[in-house]
């Protein structure tokens, strides 16, 4: 006999939250019932004479729930709905009648462990601004879902907030390099409609902030990790596992492991971070899905715009103010501020997906593939994710000046955001920035910036693994080089390895891709389990 086990906080309850733990014994017993229930749960649960047993699944730890003020969860054991006689709710150390266990009930998992994990993870609410208690508590916890992951690769802490694990393979030299960030940006409740750091598991699809950037895609590494090393498998190299805890705040953590890899002379054969996903019809008129595989990131620059003028009454205003000035120069601060250029991947995706084009747009992707001029112009003219794929973009972000509505501000400022093309620099598009507003009086002067990463080769064996391990998780999707618009931590690798990607093995539509520091953010469980496939599939191909 069987019976399922579930374990859900009375909060969750409360809220209507269908979120739960469940295990499920694995043989049928005509005279006796086992329970099979999560790990981490210390109270014993007993049905007569019969045995409990620790299953695969991880109930949250104690300590955790403390340190974050969780409330302690209770115990309910039924049988599946179709049975008649089922189970009631019990609570800790309470008995389950024998009486009342379905004979032959076949138990089973209402979500998969992927999903529950990842959960458990959103749970931890990593922003950037809360405490180290957080942030601790989170490296607790994938230590309690990976115990084969932290029993058998080597873990160094290095900075308060990177991960560094090395998992041993037949040899040392040109190790793979697999990275994530468990840090995140934060979430606003009001603007969600929900708690977004609840972990909602709904309709095959977990909801919170991060299950997309970056905890679903570092999940699936650690996923793949501890499903090999459950099957004794052992990798032909070293393999790395590099996860920081402040990427979305530059990256101080990936920047420190990539100096500890550089003073031991470890030069990465692979380095393999977050960036594209699958998608559906990546370019107007193209048809099935494609794995955008990145081959390098733009740069950016944080650019602040003050200006400043004489202060006065707002009763009788003279000349051009302050605000006067930055409204004039955002004004001329357009999309066409910086010319299109087609890096070389963009080339190379358009060649990639000509094929998949349908009607006369085939020809056209044809004929942008050959021409970098054309492609440039077309794309800058499609505006939105197109032009960014061939131009400089800048964007105004913040904006400050002014102490009262009657008064004019001696001084005020705007904060533009730009993210660099291959072929220009940090210090290129300041100096055309300041030609482009042609205004002594306001000072431009750069916050925070980076260069446009090297483009990683296409025709390299590296890529090839990829692609390959692609075709294991996503058959139908096509292997396709990118140019990446965001920043990444796998910046920072291009200083010791000559082949860094960005690619997050899950699929993502362009709703998701929109929720990605913004709302509703979710991922589905069959992406994470095609996730897992991929990491697996490239871990085992390694020679």
Not at 248 to 260: D, N
Not at 375 to 381: D, E, K
Not at 409 to 415: E, G, I, L, N
Not at 417 to 424: A, S, T
């Amino acid at each position: 006999m069987e019976i399922l086990v579930r374990v859900q906080h009375p909060a969750c309850a409360v809220r209507g939250d269908q979120r739960r733990r469940h295990s499920a014994m694995r043989r049928d017993l005509a005279a006796d019932v086992v329970i099979r229930r999560p790990r981490g749960l210390n109270d014993d649960v007993a049905v007569g004479a019969s045995r409990v047993e620790d299953d695969g699944v991880d109930e949250m730890p104690r300590k955790i729930t403390d340190e974050l003020r969780l409330p302690q969860p209770c115990v309910h054991a039924r049988g599946l709905p179709w049975i008649e006689q089922a189970t009631t709710p019990i609570s800790h150390r309470d008995t389950v009648p024998l009486a009342a266990v379905p004979r032959y009930a076949r138990a089973m998992t209402q979500f998969s462990p992927l999903a529950e994990h990842l959960s458990r993870m959103i749970q931890i609410p990593t922003v950037a601004d809360r405490d180290d208690a957080t942030f601790e508590a989170f490296v607790a916890l994938i230590e309690d879902l990976y115990p084969n992951v932290h029993a058998a690769l080597e873990r160094e802490r290095i900075t308060d907030r990177g991960l560094l694990f090395r998992w041993r393979g037949a040899r040392d030299k040109d190790p793979l390099v697999l990275m994530a960030h468990y840090d995140v940006v934060p979430a606003d409740s009001s603007e969600w409609g929900e708690d977004p750091f609840s972990g909602r598991i709904e309709n095959g699809v977990v909801h919170g902030r991060g299950a997309l950037d970056d905890k679903g895609p570092l999940l699936v590494i650690l996923e793949a990790v501890e499903s090999l090393l459950t099957d004794g498998f052992s990798p032909a190299r070293d393999v790395y596992l590099s996860f920081g805890g402040n990427e979305e705040s530059f990256g101080a953590g990936a920047a420190a492991i990539v100096e500890t890899l550089r003073s031991r002379s470890i030069r990465p054969w692979l380095v393999l971070d977050e960036g594209g996903a699958v998608v559906d019809s990546p370019l107007p008129y193209t048809a099935g899905s494609a794995a955008m595989i990145g081959t390098g990131e733009k740069g950016q620059v944080t650019l602040k715009l003050t200006a400043t003028s004489e202060p006065g009454h707002a009763s009788a205003p003279r000349g051009i103010s302050a605000i006067d000035r930055l409204a004039r120069a955002t004004a001329r601060l357009t999309p066409a501020t910086f010319r299109p250029r087609t890096p070389e991947a963009i080339v190379r995706m358009l060649h990639a997906l000509a094929d998949r084009a349908t009607g006369p747009a085939r020809i056209v992707y044809r004929l942008l593939s050959h021409s970098r001029f054309l492609a440039g112009r077309l794309f800058a003219a499609l505006g939105g994710e197109p032009a960014a794929l061939v131009r400089t973009t800048i964007a105004a972000t913040l904006q400050t000046g002014g102490s009262a509505p009657n008064v004019l501000p001696a001084s005020a400022s705007v904060t533009f955001n730009l993210r660099i093309i291959p072929g220009e620099s940090v210090d290129s598009v300041t100096r055309r920035v300041r030609r482009r507003i042609g205004d002594s009086r306001i000072a431009v002067s750069s916050l925070e910036g980076a260069d446009p990463t090297p483009l990683s080769p296409v025709d390299a064996p590296q890529f090839e693994l990829i692609a390959e391990a692609v075709g294991s998780a996503y058959p139908d999707a096509v292997p396709t080089p990118y140019l990446m618009m965001q920043a990444s931590d796998a910046r920072y690798f291009h200083a010791i390895s000559d082949h860094v990607y960005r690619f997050a093995p899950l699929t993502m539509t362009s709703e998701q891709r929109a929720s990605i520091h913004g709302i509703g953010e979710h991922v589905s469980i069959d992406s994470l389990e095609r996730g897992r496939a991929f990491h697996a599939a490239l871990i085992r191909s390694l020679t």
